[in-house]
T-cell receptor, first 112, second 112 residues
């Protein structure tokens, strides 16, 4: 266990559905991240939150909407996704001044 | 653009042999990190080497960094079947975006 918990572990959704991915960390970290991992591609940084403020939005389509209500929780709201959005979505956290990331187990998303 | 690129993409060895994976990157870095990922799971941090370090050890892991060649290597000695996983290098820049950029990874298979 890394101290970062993601739910659900697996998600299948249609293109018209709305769903949310949840991430929770119990490490006292103050930065949280969303990464996307597609087959045979490097991990892509999607969003970074530091002290609950979004500091990075890496040209992600608006059908992905992040939310960070506090330093322990991070959500990724999904709506009208496309089949190419099928991937493993990974949440990570890090402490202040610590460049090392702690990852959750990911949510394997399939868009039909 | 992709920062780190691992070589080889896939590696298959026998238990007890050493495994060497290489990583090349393009821009100036503050540090370089190696992570491990078991199939369908999150990444786990293995080791961090700073730009002013040339070599670092952690158990059976040995990492080298050559900033003049913008390259790093990860050596796993006396490999075990449990070392079977994907290994990723990730770079933390010394300026600009303060977030890790990952390579495509090396898939290591250790045959018992």
């Amino acid at each position: 266990e890394t101290g970062v918990t993601q739910t659900p572990r697996h998600l299948v959704m249609g293109m018209t559905n709305k769903k949310s991915l949840k991430c929770e960390q119990h490490l006292g970290h103050n930065a949280m991240y969303w990464y996307k991992q597609s087959a045979k591609k490097p991990l892509e940084l999607m969003f970074v939150y530091s002290l609950e403020e979004r500091v990075e939005n890496n040209s992600v389509p608006s059908r992905f909407s992040p939310e960070c209500p506090n330093s322990s929780h991070l959500f990724l709201h999904l709506h009208t996704l496309q089949p190419e959005d099928s991937a493993l979505y990974l949440c990570a956290s890090s402490g202040w001044g610590d460049e090392k990331l702690f990852f959750g187990s990911g949510t394997q998303l399939s868009v039909l | 653009s992709q920062q780190g690129e691992e070589d080889p993409q896939a590696l298959s060895i026998q238990e007890g042999e050493n495994a060497t994976m290489n990583c090349s990157y393009k821009t100036s870095i503050n540090n370089l990190q190696w992570y491990r990922q078991n199939s369908g799971r999150g990444l786990v941090h293995l080791i961090l080497i700073r730009s002013n370090e040339r070599e670092k050890h952690s158990g059976r892991l040995r990492v080298t960094l050559d900033t003049s060649k913008k390259s790093s290597s990860l050596l796993i000695t006396a490999s075990r079947a449990a070392d079977t996983a994907s290994y990723f290098c990730a770079t933390f820049p010394d300026t600009g975006r303060r977030a890790l950029t990952f390579g495509s990874g090396t898939r290591l298979q250790v045959q018992p």
